[in-house]
């Protein structure tokens, strides 16, 4: 694994998951930027930092998904001083990683099959809580511009280096996981379409000089990129809207199976508990929006499309 650099003191891992790297300007110090999903991965990111001749003292977490913190615990253990950024709602993620696939079982004990690296890393203890809110945060002395960006995650943040290159998490997908996934995992459809909306005006203001996608590395084409998020977001309102104005009243369990066939989305129990919880999130927003009335009939949710 190479470090890819993008601007000034900023750079990102070249994995799968590009994890971003701050070197710190007058320290032999790096801050990283996300964990990658588990010590394999992070001893990859850690050796490529030491080759240039510094070592990780700080981890700022996005948010509380284990591909994101699945190093933390490797590098707690290995170095003493390690400090762990994190809000306050993410940290109970962190700390309590068992949260995440519990999170798609409505709170009840998980499926086996959930209870995987991808879905659930080893605990770490964040030493640091950041506010939830737009500010700029002095870590190891350098002045880094928290940006809150719920959606996904209730309360994820992007991270901006000091260099304008902004670290974002999963508040936008790179292309080929947009094109392959038609439904990505976003749990609060209102909050996704407001953070897209910010995104593109902090493009469009020139503070940022490049933006790191977690999953895709740099991306040339970012306004490109957040119109095919929110093109996806309107489209599957358009499609659910559509399903449940045909039908009139529809059962929540025959929405899922017919969105599931829709997005070609594969039988298997991980993606169905993801659907699951992305259609709640669509059907949520749509409450919101006076389309649609829940009620229970028979022991079945009901929607009922609103005149």
């Not at 962190?94 to 080893?122: D, N, V």
């Not at 977690?214 to 977001?233: A, F, K, N, R």
């Amino acid at each position: 694994m190479e470090l890819i650099h993008v601007h000034g003191n900023s750079y990102y891992a070249d994995g799968v998951l590009s994890v971003g790297v701050y070197l710190h300007p007058h320290k032999k110090t790096a801050i990283i930027i996300d964990s990658t999903n588990d010590k394999d991965g992070i001893k990859k990111v850690d050796k490529a930092v030491s080759q240039l001749g510094y070592q990780i003292n700080t981890i700022i977490n996005t948010h509380g998904h284990a591909d994101h913190i699945g190093g933390n615990d490797y590098l707690q253990r290995k170095y003493d001083d390690l400090r762990i950024y994190a809000t306050a709602f993410e940290k109970s993620f962190i700390e309590q990683p068992y949260l995440e696939p519990l999170m798609f079982t409505s709170g009840a004990a998980p499926y086996a099959q959930l209870k995987t690296k991808q879905l659930q890393a080893k605990p770490s203890i964040v030493t640091d809580v950041i506010p939830f809110e737009d500010h700029i945060r002095l870590i190891d002395g350098v002045p880094f511009h928290i940006v809150t960006t719920p959606g996904h995650s209730n309360a994820m943040i992007n991270v901006m280096s000091p260099d304008g290159v902004m670290y974002g998490a999963d508040a936008l997908f790179g292309p080929a996981i947009v094109d392959k996934i038609g439904l990505l995992l976003f749990t609060d459809i209102e909050k996704t379409i407001q953070t897209l909306h910010k995104l593109k005006s902090l493009h469009e203001s020139e503070t940022m000089t490049a933006y790191v996608l977690y999953h895709g590395g740099v991306t040339e084409h970012m306004s490109d990129l957040i119109q095919q998020h929110i093109q996806g977001i309107q489209d599957a309102i358009a499609y659910f809207k559509n399903e449940i104005q045909i039908a009139g009243a529809i059962p929540f369990h025959q929405l899922l199976q017919q969105c599931m066939t829709h997005y070609k989305i594969p039988d298997h129990v991980a993606p169905y508990t993801f659907t699951h919880t992305v259609v709640h999130a669509y059907v949520s927003y749509l409450q919101q929006q006076a389309f649609v009335n829940l009620h229970v009939q028979n022991g079945t949710l009901i929607l009922s499309h609103l005149e």
